[in-house]
């Protein structure tokens, strides 16, 4: 069954409304949704394009900062969650004898990981229950499903979807539980929208748990909490990617598009505090990058060749410019038992703004 048509079976068998949390993980997660059927794997051909995607540069940098935590610990295990295309995985695995797994949801891009790395990487079902290692994550945060909310002068309203006149559209019901709880402990001028994570929240709380020793690397969009929620952003962070444009109707295509939230990095700290593990580092894409020698890496391209650099150079100007995602996209580093600075924090690092 399409999406769509879930979707519109689901609303009418939850008496006409359902969270926009259910909307998302239904048009991306569940069978046949965006991710699910593999239509949202990234790259150029796709409808966004990812760090890993743009070239080799990101993943040579981020290996920097892997390289000394897999020196003093040979053998330490690497688990990428959520590998896309599979081009972070390949990059690493050309720079560091790693012992490389993935924990990836959708069956499709699951297969398409498994052509392209082959023997190289193990596919694991679910997270182990007790972990020593280092976890990836890019741009795996913000697919998570959101809860979306509004601050109205009469309370705060949960706004979920129902199905009008061949539809999806907005409908509004007061918040509670959970939701609510959290809802109140943000102060916001109203009328003001946006989304709480509560399930990547779980997801943070969970990863931590399992985490019996090291480090997790959540590299995403976002903001602070105090950014996330500014008054003047009182419109949310939802946004939808088709075909290399960005808008932010998240109704126009269930299931043939990106639906993404901006990641409140907060309380992603905060989830991992909660299950006892350390905020390690948090900075800005840019910085991170700058940290573990993007620049070096740079360096080692032929200069003379500008049909070599040229590529290369783009690449770091995406990557590290504040007007492309060197600001907007954070590196928040959390983990258990790990005692040595990080590299990719040694200047910058701004966890006392979480
Ligand atoms: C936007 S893509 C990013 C892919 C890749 N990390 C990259 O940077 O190119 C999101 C990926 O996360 C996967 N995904 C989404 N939610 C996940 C979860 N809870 N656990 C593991 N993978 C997840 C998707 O199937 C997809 O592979």
Redesign the pocket.
Known sequence: MLPRDRIVREIHDQGGWISFARYMELA??ANGGY??SGA???GAAGD?V????LGRLFGRTLARQLAPLVAQDPGLPIL??????G??AETLLGELDLDYSI????GA?RAVQEKRLGEKVKHLDRLPERWRGIVL????A???PVHVVAWRAEGVMERGVTFRDGKFTWKERPASGGLQEEANKIRVPPPYESEIGLAARA?MRALCEHLEHGLILVIDYGFPHGEYYHPQRSAGTLMCHHRHTAHADPFARPGDE?ITAHVDFSALAAAARAAGADVLGYATQAQFLVNCGITEVLGQANVENALVYAPIAAQAQKLLSPAEMGELFKVLAVGRGVTAPLLGFSRGDRSHAL
């Open positions: 991306l997660h991710y699910a949202g794997e990234p966004f990812t760090a890993p995607e990428e969650l959520g590998a896309g295309s081009a972070l924990l990836e949801t959708s891009l994550a890019n741009e795996v913000d697919a998570i997801w990106d």
